[in-house]
């Protein structure tokens, strides 16, 4: 095994341990922001019967588990078991239309070839003013190669909402290039410690919270208030009230 794909390894051991939100959010400062902005979304908009499309190890589960009345998920390569369906994002023909309330779709889309087809499929899916909640990467290295197609700007994003028919609700960027930066150095020191004992992991977080993760989220919101280097975006959007 290379250098490269040690990292890699550890890296998910890392993400394994370190699973539950209070510890993993600082493991990064990009994974730092997207519980900033995800969270509060996902209180105010994720209601009913929802799914998590492309869930990953359903790093949000936690939050949501006692706020929605069922909870079911999505992925093409499940990372974890009791996945719901297995399938793709682009033909979700298992699933009848009109069936959920509401839906999280979570850094899926750049890894989709064609993600209006994915859009258009959960729009269908969803019932009359149902919501679903996106987060796509604006700023981003080179990752699940060589399934990693797309970077997205809120225009872009916009563009691609509406041409489905969703109503746009809000978008809202996330992070900036400290983000990015810190992220890279993040994982960086936390692979190299996925190899050495438990405590020093956990020291490791502690000093990539406090010395990475915390200092550049606060310089991007001093250095760029615009946003105009943001890491990414979340996207809240509505299928309008009418009939399936």
């Given at each position: 095994m290379n250098l490269r794909d040690r990292l890699r390894a550890n890296w998910h051991k890392v993400l394994q341990e370190f699973h539950g939100?209070?510890?993993r959010r600082y493991l990064s400062p990009a994974m730092y922001v997207q519980y900033q902005v995800v969270l509060p979304l996902i209180n105010k908009y994720v209601h009913g019967k929802m799914i998590d499309l492309g869930c990953g190890d359903m790093p949000f589960r936690e939050f949501l588990i006692n706020q929605v009345d069922s909870y079911d998920s999505l992925d093409l390569w499940p990372q974890v078991e009791n996945v719901t369906f297995v399938g793709d994002i682009e033909d979700m023909s298992m699933i009848e239309p009109c069936a959920y309330d509401s839906a999280i779709c979570l850094e899926v889309l750049e890894h989709v070839p064609n993600p209006q087809q994915a859009i258009k499929e959960i729009y269908r899916i969803l019932k009359p003013s149902g919501v679903v909640l996106f987060s796509v990467p604006h700023l981003s290295r080179l990752h699940?190669?060589?399934?990693?197609?797309?970077?997205?700007?809120?225009?872009?994003?916009?563009?691609?909402?509406?041409?489905?028919g969703f109503d746009v609700v809000d978008i809202q960027a996330k992070g900036g290039i400290f983000c990015f930066l810190g992220h890279q150095l993040s994982i960086i020191i936390m692979s190299i410690c996925g190899e050495m004992?438990?405590?020093?992991?956990?020291?490791?977080?502690?000093?990539?919270?406090?010395?990475?993760?915390?200092?550049?989220?606060k310089m991007?919101?001093?250095?760029?208030?615009?946003?105009?280097f943001a890491l990414g975006y979340v996207a809240v959007a509505r299928k309008p009230g009418d009939l399936c």
């Amino acid at each position: 095994m290379n250098l490269r794909d040690r990292l890699r390894a550890n890296w998910h051991k890392v993400l394994q341990e370190f699973h539950g939100a209070s510890q993993r959010r600082y493991l990064s400062p990009a994974m730092y922001v997207q519980y900033q902005v995800v969270l509060p979304l996902i209180n105010k908009y994720v209601h009913g019967k929802m799914i998590d499309l492309g869930c990953g190890d359903m790093p949000f589960r936690e939050f949501l588990i006692n706020q929605v009345d069922s909870y079911d998920s999505l992925d093409l390569w499940p990372q974890v078991e009791n996945v719901t369906f297995v399938g793709d994002i682009e033909d979700m023909s298992m699933i009848e239309p009109c069936a959920y309330d509401s839906a999280i779709c979570l850094e899926v889309l750049e890894h989709v070839p064609n993600p209006q087809q994915a859009i258009k499929e959960i729009y269908r899916i969803l019932k009359p003013s149902g919501v679903v909640l996106f987060s796509v990467p604006h700023l981003s290295r080179l990752h699940h190669i060589p399934h990693d197609y797309f970077r997205f700007t809120p225009y872009g994003l916009t563009h691609l909402l509406q041409l489905a028919g969703f109503d746009v609700v809000d978008i809202q960027a996330k992070g900036g290039i400290f983000c990015f930066l810190g992220h890279q150095l993040s994982i960086i020191i936390m692979s190299i410690c996925g190899e050495m004992p438990y405590l020093i992991r956990k020291i490791a977080l502690a000093v990539t919270k406090h010395c990475i993760t915390l200092p550049c989220y606060k310089m991007d919101q001093i250095w760029d208030p615009d946003r105009l280097f943001a890491l990414g975006y979340v996207a809240v959007a509505r299928k309008p009230g009418d009939l399936c």
